[in-house]
């Protein structure tokens, strides 16, 4: 059972694909802007500043990407260099600390606190603040916990940011997945953080779309311009005909996105149904994304050996939190993702369940 997996288990929405099609028969084939094309670009900023979201040009102010794995590369690579400190609230997805030890910049690991349902805690940042602090990431809805950080907290956030110049990564790329009422912030919306917020999105969780490859990074034109710099003597451009098919997805697929949106919510009461009321787990938060971030107590034995043998023995694969906090803190964790079927879904976590009975029972480890 694939618990463990990142990505929706449903298909490309079929307008999608035929858009594709359409645009390979009609020969879009070739080289286009380092960019994006305008047509992805514009759609991209205005389904950014629907429901007063973030407002950018899309003439210098979007750059289609190969993925938001790409966003990410060109933002840490474009302003962060050795001698550079970048906060990683952890845990967290394992690319940015990769691209940034890439870029050659420090990573200063940022423990997000399970007592706060791992939303970033803005005073945490001030106390790990120092000259050299060039980036802060914050993801919301966030990989592997599901948090999300709400508008108190991203004021607050600008509050303490307010007379530095550290610049905010914004990955954003589950900003459609949010359940129970909860409602997606942009960061950039925040007065006084858009200046200094490089946002991050993409096609892969939301729509389908993970081997597609694209995504966006979205910046005021001074922070997007070293960003674009960079593409154009690295991968030069995305594909002409995927884009043509990512503006199909952006503005014809509505109804398909609430489809699996309701899908992912009802996946997520079911795993939630089971786990709460179990005592010694704790889940946070979990708000958005389609992730559960489950710790058990230590005497269970760690994660990783938990992980092994739920494989093994159980054939239930989920992550274990080691693969997301560099700290040790995630050591008697797992991601648990709820990106498969509601069935799966139930038999997973009940396997979950009962090896966690077993280790407690018999007081081995
Ligand atoms: C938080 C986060 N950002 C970015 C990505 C990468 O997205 P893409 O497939 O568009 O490169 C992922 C993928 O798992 C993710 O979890």
Aim: glycine residues 8%; charged residues 20%.
């Amino acid at each position: 059972m694939h618990l463990e997996i990142g990505r929706p288990d449903f298909d490309t929405p079929t307008l999608v694909k035929e858009a594709a099609t359409a645009s390979l028969a009609a020969g879009r084939v070739h080289y286009g802007p380092n960019a994006g094309t305008p047509q992805l670009r514009t759609a991209i900023a205005r389904t950014l500043a629907a429901a007063s979201g973030p407002v950018y040009d899309p003439d210098g102010e979007v750059i289609v990407t190969i993925g938001a794995s790409e966003a990410v590369f060109l933002a840490i690579m474009a302003f962060c260099g050795p001698g550079d400190e970048v906060l990683i609230p952890v845990p967290a997805w394992p690319a940015y600390e990769a691209c940034v030890r890439l870029a050659g910049a420090t990573p200063v690991f940022l423990p997000l606190d399970p007592a706060q349902g791992y939303s970033l805690d803005p005073e945490a940042v001030r106390a790990r603040l120092t000259p050299r602090t060039r980036m802060l990431v914050v993801c919301t809805p966030h990989n592997p916990t599901g948090a999300v950080v709400d508008a108190g907290r991203l004021r607050a956030l600008a509050d303490v940011l307010r007379h530095t110049g550290v610049l905010v990564l914004s990955d954003e790329i589950y900003s459609e997945l949010v359940y129970d009422g909860t409602r997606h912030v942009p960061v950039a919306t925040v007065a006084d953080l858009h200046m200094r917020t490089l946002t991050v999105g993409g096609f892969a969780k939301a729509y389908a779309m993970d081997g597609w490859r694209l995504g966006w990074l979205a910046a005021p034109r001074e922070l997007a311009t070293p960003a674009l710099r960079i593409r154009q003597f690295t991968t030069a451009c995305p594909p002409t005909f995927t884009q043509d098919a990512a503006v199909s997805a952006l503005r014809d697929t509505a109804q398909e996105r609430a489809q699996m949106r309701d899908a992912f919510a009802e996946r997520r009461r079911a795993a939630l149904d089971l786990l709460n009321g179990c005592t010694g787990l704790h889940i946070g938060n979990p708000a958005g994304a389609f992730y559960l971030y489950l710790t058990y107590p230590p005497h269970l034995g760690p994660g990783d050996r938990f992980a092994r043998e739920l494989l093994e023995e159980d054939h239930v694969a989920v992550v274990p939190g080691a693969a997301f906090d560099p700290t040790g803190a995630g050591a008697h964790s797992l991601r648990v993702s709820y990106a498969r079927s509601v069935d799966d879904i139930r038999e997973g976590v009940s396997r979950i369940l009962r090896r966690i009975d077993r280790l407690s029972d018999g007081g081995r480890r």
